[in-house]
């Protein structure tokens, strides 16, 4: 069995999700998606809770690869934050909403590796962007920096909360760049909210 | 029976509860600090939760009079967020946190009052402030004022959730105030960040 092909029906896969959710996406149309026998996929994956588990698992490792590199590449902490607000922007707009919905509704065992993953890395990195921030000027320096990393990565649970923000009332993706863009005004000091407010305005005149 | 007794039972009992939490506060020891027979407290009162629910509602009634009032006197929308901030403070020194969690904990009647009153009230009149303040400059226009107010609210709830923000780690009042400041900061304008950051040195400097 190739590792090869265990790759190629993950990204088969996220191709169907991402466009229609995972729910409604059946494992013949994966198998059609990808010109592949069911069976030769069940070599692979024990169902499509095995195939929704391993995908998110990926997403999440492909993600944290990512937030380093950003962080790596940056020139400050402004920069990166930026950039990760890029980076949702482009994801947000590639994926249907429901898929977030799916995931928390349907499979639990997915979405406990999304909410450990949180607890684990996100929250530490971002207190390490707000610690970075401080000595660079751009956060405020009577910020907890604990206690905002943790608020920030609770808030994303927030707004997928369907009793919260009722998804036929508000669109989840847009809810979460308000809350990611509120978040990165309110932590930054008046140098800081100059350098956002530049960036917008060349994403508006673009 | 008189509601002057009526009140002043409710004064005796609250000012025994922000100083110790609720749980602790005996019926006997309310009744000695006002000079009373539990028997006169019984004539208004079923028992403690009784006590407890009238309190509540009493404080959140004031507490809508006061915002109401803040809004009034104000000139502008950043006067009235600062002024707002500042009873938040002083309600904060007076009070043990400790009153918060016992009323989460072993007063569900309370509580509830506590979470009709965020979601009839708060939430409206947070909303109508964010509006004003897009007219007036101080509030970034491109918010989702809707989603914010919600937002605001829901983030109270959260710095109060032990399994997130643990009482004998963080001090549920410091990260209330942590909240409030950061959600000012991230709703302003430039020109809003400067009456803030101005209000701050004020405040350190005295």
Known sequence: ?????????????????????IRSVTMDEIARHLGMSKKTIYQYYRDKDDIVSALVQKKLEEDKEEMCGIGIKSSNVMEE?????????????????????????????????????????????????LDRGIVQGYVREDIDTKAMARMRVWQIELGFDNSVFPHNEFNSWKVQLQFLEHFIYGICTAKGHEILNQYKNILEHN
């Open 1 to 21: 069995m190739s590792n090869v092909q265990k790759d190629r029906i993950l990204e088969g896969a996220e191709e169907l999700f991402f466009k229609a959710g």
């Open 81 to 129: 934050m930026i950039t990760m607000m890029k980076h949702s922007e482009d994801f947000f707009s590639r994926v249907n909403p429901i898929v977030i919905h799916d995931l928390q509704k349907y499979y639990p065992e997915a979405w406990q590796f999304f909410q450990r993953f949180k607890a684990d890395v996100v929250i530490d990195s971002m207190q390490d962007i």
